[in-house]
């Protein structure tokens, strides 16, 4: 029998690696579109923002507004397109997730979930 695993191009974790994460990056370009929001942005997102910055990456802040549709995702394509961004970054859990992935569907650009709850396969997932 044939079957099929689609899963991320490359996996990373580790304790800190977030703060450490500029070698993994680089290669998606350095205007990224950091998708997150409320908490995730207050607990972690100020802080890797800061660092991306430091780091020479030119981020595009995007606040998530809580639930994937369709309108957020359009939205959020939307300003990637404007603003040239590079590549999508998905930081929060599953609903981050599965948004980052669809918007960078539709603004054909590549994606990396950071995902903050160990609970959810979001990350591992092709499908949004």
């Given at each position: 029998m044939i079957k099929a695993f689609a899963s991320p191009s490359s996996y990373v974790?580790?304790?800190g690696v977030l703060f450490q994460?500029?070698?993994?990056?680089?290669?998606?370009?350095?205007?990224?579109?950091?998708?997150?929001?409320?908490h995730v942005y207050e607990a972690v997102?100020?802080?890797?923002?800061?660092y991306l910055t430091k780091q020479g990456f030119d981020v595009i802040l995007v606040n998530f507004n809580g639930e994937s549709s369709t309108k957020e995702i359009d939205r959020i394509a939307a300003i990637a397109k404007d603003q040239g961004a590079t590549a999508i970054y998905g930081?929060?859990?599953?609903?981050t997730s599965d948004t980052a992935k669809a918007v960078a569907d539709t603004a054909k650009l590549?994606?990396?979930?950071?995902p903050t709850l160990a609970s959810t396969d979001a990350p591992c997932s092709r499908l949004s």
């Open positions: 974790q580790g304790k994460s500029k070698l993994y990056l680089e290669s998606f370009g350095t205007k990224p579109l950091l998708i997150t929001g409320g997102g100020k802080d890797f923002e800061t930081l929060g859990g599953g609903k590549p994606v990396v979930i950071m």
